[in-house]
């Protein structure tokens, strides 16, 4: 976090580690009340049976899942700490976690996405991103990029916004001669046939 500070004291993080109860330090009398916070992970395998993992700060001792499955009947909650639900259908589900101990409560809920195949048509399609690589000796530039459809329509400017290549290609990776170009930034911008438009930079020493 780099930021300078002048005739004062730094920023520094919320470490969340809270007051220490039943302490003699503790002599505003604050109390722990959990934080709640979770995060969870798919099986690879069966991409509806999901792990839950809690996150919480500040000591809960008792821990109250509801994974919004009504068709799971009973297997709708859990409470256990890190527990493991297999979801009855695909669709988007409200799941909270509310965490306890003897000073109070605390709950975070989320909507998750749960799918059920990994067919292509079920999975969120992965963005489009350039790749590019400039050869000094040469002068060379090569571009490429995944999950883009040819044929892609390639331009290269400078700093101030002039366009200085705008080209066709069909196929790729392309190669493009900067020989003229002097050291500097310029940027690239790449269109394909869905009009799937990628914009980066590249610095020419």
Request: proline share 8%.
């Amino acid at each position: 976090m780099p930021a300078p500070n002048f005739s004062s004291i730094p920023s520094y993080p919320h470490f969340r580690l809270g007051p220490v109860d039943e302490s003699i330090c503790d002599s505003l009398g604050i109390d722990n009340i959990p934080l709640a916070r979770w995060r969870y992970e798919a099986n690879a395998a069966e991409l509806q049976t999901i792990h839950f993992f809690d996150l919480s700060n500040y000591d809960p001792s008792e821990w109250s899942w509801d994974f919004g499955d009504q068709a799971s009947g009973s297997n709708i909650y859990s409470n256990l700490s890190n527990p493991v639900h297999r979801f009855s259908s695909p669709g988007v589900y409200r799941i909270c976690l509310t965490v306890r101990n003897a000073n109070g409560s605390g709950t975070q809920c989320k909507e998750v996405n749960i799918l059920f195949t990994s067919n292509e048509q079920d999975l969120p399609k992965l963005k489009p991103s350039i790749q590019w690589q400039y050869y000094t000796q040469s002068h060379t530039l090569s571009i490429d990029a995944i999950n883009l459809l040819t044929p892609v329509s390639i331009a290269i400017g400078n700093a101030h916004g002039h366009t200085l290549i705008h080209k066709h290609v069909k196929n790729l990776p392309a190669e493009i001669s900067l020989v003229d170009f002097p050291p500097g930034v310029y940027w690239i911008k790449v269109i394909d046939s869905e009009k799937h438009l990628l914009f980066n930079k590249i610095i020419i020493p």
